[in-house]
């Protein structure tokens, strides 16, 4: 992935690291109405990016995940730093980790009870923006809130990261996906005096909402896992676990990871993001090896969760 201001497309067949956080599940407030199981599971690009509990990172991605259970909320979020920024000498995990880290600090501290992620995710950009003015790099970003009480999901998604909900075995919504042109996503940025970046504002971020039913999954992920890993793919992994159990959500997770490490690594694979390239006019074949972060969650009504 890279700057706004330019485009290229990464190698392909590169050898990643693997790091899994796994037995990450955790559970809402049984006071509500509606329950959020989630798991969670990626890899860094670079074995010296191997994450941490504490910094929840993943490479150069980053998240978040907020289950208050003295809030009628459930909050998650990814960041992807923009790669592009390296060849500057700038490492992009900073911009992605930070701003994360605000997000979450923000929905623990604010959103207790109200939640919108567009606000979040503008608090978030804002606190950064401020503590930070000289901080280089920027991220894509996607933030979800699930209200527990009355079953909504609400959305803010900017960029290429982004989430899918499948219900019944299908899929019934995938977030758009935010370019300026092929492989430059929208993306959030600190302004750089006599830099022409085409830098975005939360307030740009696509949103969406809908109301879940029980047992709608959520796969939130940064672009390492639909870069590599179609639509039906995905669904094959999901489906294949016949009980959508707590447990069960996170070996879906490590197997995602699992499913969009192997392909990247694969030379030969026509991956989604080589079909992206092909449609503009660029030949491309083979896997985008990316870090790759994923969060699934689960919606079930109080009373069925074992």
Not at 102 to 112: F, H, L, M, P, T
Not at 273 to 293: L, N
Request: with cysteine; glycine share 8%; net charge neutral.
């Amino acid at each position: 992935m890279n700057l706004a201001f330019r485009s290229f497309l990464l190698p392909c067949g590169q050898k990643l690291t693997r790091h899994f956080e796994t037995g990450v599940i955790r559970f809402c407030s049984t006071q509500n109405q509606f329950l959020v199981v989630t798991g969670h599971s990626g890899l860094g690009k670079l074995q010296q990016n191997i994450s941490s509990t504490e910094e929840k990172t993943y490479g150069d991605d980053a998240y978040f995940i907020v289950n208050n259970i003295n809030s009628r909320f459930d909050v998650f979020g990814v960041a992807d730093g923009v790669g592009g920024w390296k060849q500057y000498g700038v490492d992009p995990s900073l911009f992605s980790n930070l701003l994360m880290k605000n997000c979450e600090r923000y929905v623990k501290d604010r959103c207790i009870n109200s939640a919108s992620p567009m606000k979040i995710l503008q608090a978030g950009y804002d606190d950064l923006i401020s503590k930070h003015p000289q901080l280089l790099g920027s991220s894509t970003a996607c933030v979800t809130v699930v209200d527990k009480n009355t079953g909504m999901l609400h959305s803010a998604n900017l960029g290429d990261s982004g989430f899918l909900i499948i219900r019944n075995r299908s899929v019934i919504h995938q977030s758009k996906e935010q370019q300026h042109y092929f492989n430059a996503p929208y993306q959030l940025t600190c302004h750089v005096t006599g830099q022409s970046l085409l830098g975005n504002c939360p307030s740009e971020a696509d949103e969406f909402s809908i109301l879940l039913q029980s047992n709608d999954i959520i796969i939130m992920a940064t672009d390492g896992l639909f870069d590599n890993v179609a639509e039906k793919q995905i669904l094959d992994v999901i489906n294949s676990m016949k009980n959508h159990s707590a447990v069960n959500l996170q070996k879906i997770a490590n197997r995602l990871v699992d499913e969009a490490l192997k392909l990247s690594q694969d030379r030969h694979y026509i991956s989604p993001f080589a079909r992206k390239a092909r449609t503009h006019g660029i030949y491309a074949k083979g896997g985008k090896p990316d870090d790759i972060t994923i969060i699934v969650a689960l919606a079930r009504p109080m009373k069925s969760l074992n």
